[in-house]
């Protein structure tokens, strides 16, 4: 069935370092993949999202890498702020009719 | 314009009572997704509604139900509730909303507590 896994479920890291969450899906109809940011008590947020003609994307400081081929799917977060602290869910899209999410992963970034 | 809406958001329930959970979209969407939020289980897609109709639902029993208005406001009702329905809702809308490829807005969810 359509199942979007991510790891790791927890991630610190120090100031300044950079964090890598991986999620994998089962559904080679995905041709969409869109990240969310969700900070504590707020609504999720979009924060990148990449098609499947594309390898790479970035935005400042995120990007986000696919491999259709291996179906997985990686978010880059370098020089990591404090802000930067929250739960990301990865998402996919079987089909392109609706979003499956990932169990998300929580980043604390330590000053 | 303004974001999604929802109300209300905060909610608290009995075992066995029901409750009605509204979503307004942003002006022009016409497609609002409903999800389920606990910590165990990620967000969990409940059903999807476009142009009044229901276009996709996930894996929920029958006691979770929708519904769309002409003026794309939607709402989401839960029957006979458990305690397992303890969750934060969430909805989202999309414009155009005609694929899943389009960017989702969230609402700041109903927290609903069955006792």
């Known amino acids: 069935g359509e199942n979007v896994e991510q790891h790791p479920s927890t991630l610190s890291v120090q100031e300044g370092d950079s964090a890598v969450i991986k999620c994998t899906y089962s559904?080679?109809?995905?041709?969409?993949f869109p990240w969310y940011k969700q900070e504590l008590g707020k609504r999720p947020q979009l924060i990148i999202d990449?098609?499947?003609?594309?390898g790479e994307k970035k935005d400042q400081r995120i990007a986000v890498t696919l491999n259709k081929t291996a179906k997985h799917f990686s978010l880059h977060i370098t020089e990591t702020q404090p802000e930067d602290s929250a739960v990301y869910f990865c998402a996919a899209t079987p089909f392109g009719d609706k979003v499956i999410f990932g169990p998300g992963t929580s980043l604390s970034v330590i000053p | 314009k303004a974001g999604v809406t929802q109300t209300p958001r905060y909610l608290i329930k009995t075992r066995g009572q029901q409750v009605t959970l509204s979503c307004s979209p942003i002006s022009g969407h016409r497609s609002v997704s409903w999800y389920q939020q606990t910590p165990g289980q990620g967000l969990q897609f409940l059903f999807e509604?476009?142009?009044?109709?229901?276009?996709n639902k996930g894996n929920f029993p029958g006691r979770f139900s929708g519904r769309q208005f002409s003026n794309s406001r939607s709402e989401m009702n839960v029957s006979t509730l458990e305690l397992g329905d303890s969750a934060l809702y969430l909805c989202?809308?999309?414009?155009?909303?005609?694929?899943?490829?389009?960017?989702?807005?969230f609402g700041p969810g109903t927290r609903l507590t069955v006792l």
């Open positions: 509604y476009f142009s009044e109709t229901q276009r």
């Open positions: 559904d080679s109809a995905s041709n969409y």
């Open positions: 990449i098609r499947s003609n594309v």
């Open positions: 989202a809308s999309r414009e155009p909303g005609t694929s899943a490829e389009d960017t989702q807005y």
